[in-house]
């Protein structure tokens, strides 16, 4: 069992940055490929982000390629880096949990992850 407890979200301004960080119980966090979604008030969640077990694969949504960035620690903690922001990527910001392994095509779709957190939210003024 993984709990996962997201932190960091906030107010920005358009061009802002902010760092969100997902902390994960258990001892088994670098067994599972760790995931950024997030949701709009009335849309569906969207992926954001994943990384793979070891670190070393990234996949990112088209809407924040190249402005987002994906990094984890050995230990327990799975970052967000959001730059650029801008007004459409309001939401909350849901980290996640995967128990396959990575291959050629890491998992984007919500059903794909086993364990999630509770969100943070995140808001940028325009």
């Known amino acids: 069992q993984v709990q996962l407890t997201e932190s960091g979200g906030g107010l920005v301004q358009t061009g802002g940055s902010l760092r969100l960080s997902c902390v994960a119980s258990?001892?088994?966090?670098?067994?599972?490929?760790m995931g950024w979604f997030r949701q709009a008030p009335g849309q569906d969640r969207e992926f954001v982000a994943s990384i793979s077990e070891n670190g070393g694969g990234a996949d990112f949504g088209n809407s924040v390629k190249g402005r987002f960035g994906i990094s984890r620690d050995y230990l327990r903690t799975v970052y967000l880096e959001m730059n650029n922001l801008k007004p459409e990527d309001t939401a909350i910001y849901y980290c996640a949990g995967a128990g396959r392994g990575w291959s050629s095509s890491p998992p984007r779709l919500r059903d794909e992850y086993d364990y999630w957190g509770k969100g943070t939210q995140v808001t940028v003024s325009s």
């Open positions: 258990g001892r088994t966090f670098n067994r599972y490929i």
